[in-house]
């Protein structure tokens, strides 16, 4: 396959030298629409490096946005001397109206109009449409009248999403208590050992892929029909190539329009979770799970990169309603998600996400394990109380202002990451209240007994395990400040935090 020529930084057909150049879906290649001989590009985006990475290096496309600066460019043609205008609001690249040349915005821009890398269309429209018709035929049933009496398939566009592409270098350090059951107990009481544990290793993500459309960002479902561009989602971001616009040609783009440090704590809350999978994973002895105390993530080093990804995008706006419904297909794998409106409910998938915390490339290494005995005990619970291990807190389905709020880290949902320990639920709470009456009331029998006419005789009784909480309420066995179990000097409030 030839690759792909450049001239001054417009791309041109390797054959015949010509610019006008399109798309071809079903390839994903570029067709010169003189010749039509077809041409690639080589990847641009290799994968490997992550571990020499320091400090924060961002391509030129991912770099911070200045509003307003150079968003109208002119040409002049270099073919007939027409001057041709090109809005980046609107496009990237223009052909002469007088002999056809095409103008392509193929240099960085300081207004986040031209990205680093690109994935071409794999899918094509036919393909898209049949996709869709599929996804409609399911719900036929419960759809709205006037959706399916305003459902054209045929409308759906191809659109180029902007998203951030990013490799860390970091470091994981968690402790906090697991547990294990013991013996071969099939009912309450279970037997348990409760651990001391720690995690410590070099997490290297390779290509952690994080919308950069604040649009997209928004989570509030009543705006959005929950993030469905965002549940597509994996693309095979190692076939990423060079900027081109020319493989923008005939669809529509949305710039970028989130900066890098907007990002950090998303793709840090994402990484965190990537590290809490590989450990669940690797601790399988631990069928009680585990409740981290603390979780810490150490970036030190990071590459950003600006892409723009393919989709076919149907949409349907009801009369009556300000929310717009969409159905999305990841022009480069086909996966398909949408949301529709239906009889009784908004259509909407509360759960629609992609799974960043399985998907993601990663590579553990200088893996450095701590277990130790704490305790026995017994339990009615199956689980040990406040169990974190497997929970996903960079997930944005949820929604970003519950996640990186003014109440931090307390989610609606049940994922609590900065919960404390000895924090309780109503179950709990109504635990204690018992525990405290029935102890008032010992205590008045005992004082009674002790007290003139009350009694000659005393008793006391003990139970040989926990009555329905897992912990020792009477304290941390975790020693925080000077035990072989310390964390290092490092901030031991519970919950989850990151140096960048």
């Not at 590290?275 to 990071?302: F, T």
């Not at 897992?470 to 975790?478: Q, V």
Request: charged share 25%; proline share 3%.
């Amino acid at each position: 396959m030839t690759e792909i020529s450049s001239e001054n930084g417009l791309n041109r057909c390797p054959h015949c030298g010509g610019s006008d150049i399109v798309t071809d879906t079903k390839e994903g290649k570029l067709r010169c629409k003189y010749c039509h001989t077809l041409f690639d590009a080589k990847s641009d985006n290799e994968a490997g490096g992550v571990e020499d990475l320091v400090g924060d290096t961002v391509n030129q496309g991912a770099s911070d946005i200045i509003p307003g600066e150079d968003i109208v460019l002119t040409f002049k043609c270099p073919a007939c001397g027409a001057e041709v205008v090109l809005n980046t609001e609107e496009t990237t690249s223009a052909s002469c109206h007088w002999c056809r040349h095409v103008f392509s915005a193929n240099e960085k821009m300081p207004n986040g109009a031209v990205p680093d890398l690109v994935l071409p269309f794999k899918i094509s429209k036919e393909d898209a449409i049949e996709k869709i018709r599929e996804s409609v035929d399911l719900k036929s049933p419960t759809l709205l009248t006037e959706f399916r009496q305003n459902f054209k398939p045929e409308e759906v566009r191809g659109v180029y999403f902007p998203y951030m592409i990013i490799d860390l270098n970091s470091h994981w350090n968690s402790y906090g208590e697991a547990q294990k059951t013991v013996g071969t107990s099939v009912r309450p009481p279970y037997d348990y050992e409760e651990y001391n544990i720690s995690r410590e290793f070099d997490l290297l993500v390779d290509d952690l892929t994080v919308e950069s459309s604040a649009g997209r960002l928004n989570q509030d479902t009543q705006v959005n029909s929950n993030n469905i561009i965002n549940a597509i989602l994996p693309f095979d971001t190692e076939n990423a190539v060079a900027w081109n616009a020319n493989y923008l040609r005939g669809f529509a783009s949305e710039r970028r329009s989130v900066d890098t440090n907007s990002l950090k704590e998303v793709v840090a809350l994402q990484a965190g979770d990537v590290a809490r999978r590989k450990i669940k994973n690797s601790s399988p002895q631990y069928d009680r799970g585990i409740h981290w105390e603390k979780e810490h993530l150490k970036v030190n080093g990071s590459k950003w990169k600006a892409a723009y990804f393919p989709v076919w995008l149907y949409s349907f706006k009801p009369e009556k309603e300000s929310r717009i419904y969409y159905i999305a297909i990841n022009a480069r794998t086909g996966e398909t998600v949408g949301c529709v409106p239906t009889h009784g409910s908004s259509g909407q998938n509360i759960e629609a996400r992609h799974h960043h915390e399985i998907e993601t490339r990663f590579e553990v290494k200088n893996l450095v394990e701590k277990d130790e005995l704490s305790k026995t005990g017994k339990s009615y619970n199956s689980e040990i109380q406040f169990r974190n291990d497997t929970r996903v807190i960079g997930s944005l389905s949820h929604g970003r202002e519950e996640m990186l709020g003014v109440e931090r880290g307390r989610f609606k949902n049940g994922a609590n990451y900065t919960q404390r320990r000895r924090a309780t639920s109503s179950f709990d709470n109504n635990l204690v209240t018992a525990i405290i009456v029935i102890v008032m009331i010992v205590a008045f029998m005992l004082l009674g007994m002790m007290l003139p006419g009350g009694g000659s005789g005393s008793g006391s009784s003990s139970s040989s395990y926990d009555s329905g909480s897992s912990w020792d309420s009477g304290g941390s066995s975790w020693d925080s400040g000077g035990s072989s179990w310390d964390s290092g000097g490092s901030d031991t409030s519970s919950g989850f935090d990151y140096d960048w």
